[in-house]
């Protein structure tokens, strides 16, 4: 099986940074997409930031130019450093992922995808 685990969330000040990991295991062929979304309270899950198996990025409006994702294909993680962080940043983050668990699956273009548990990060004001 394939998991997803996130690290590095916490408790922020305004104007602070933090950086979050995922970090993808098991039986993993390839990953294609990988991403970040976050849900606050009574809100929807959203996207926050993408990033493809090329490296091609896409970010919400709310983020852009305050956060960067990135990954590494290697150790099949992906980061998403945050700066400038705002109370509205309040959520618990969820690490994303587009995976191929075989060979089969690759040639095929049917990958599985896979959530993590997630993890909080509060920003105070």
């Known amino acids: 099986q394939v998991q997803l685990v996130e690290s590095g969330g916490g408790l922020v000040q305004a104007g602070g940074s933090l950086r979050l990991s995922c970090a993808a295991s098991?039986?993993?062929?390839?990953?294609?997409?990988m991403a970040w979304y976050r849900q606050a309270p009574g809100n929807q899950r959203e996207l926050v930031a993408r990033?493809?198996?090329?490296?091609?990025?896409n970010y919400a409006d709310s983020v852009k130019g305050r956060f960067t994702i990135s990954r590494d294909n290697v150790k099949n993680t992906a980061s998403l450093q945050m700066t400038s962080l705002k109370p509205e940043d309040t959520a618990v983050y969820y690490c994303n992922a587009d995976l191929y668990g075989t060979p089969r699956e690759a040639i095929r273009n049917t990958p599985a995808n896979y959530w993590g548990q997630g993890t909080q990060v509060t920003v105070s004001s």
């Open positions: 990033i493809t198996s090329g490296g091609r990025t």
């Open positions: 098991g039986s993993i062929f390839s990953i294609d997409a």
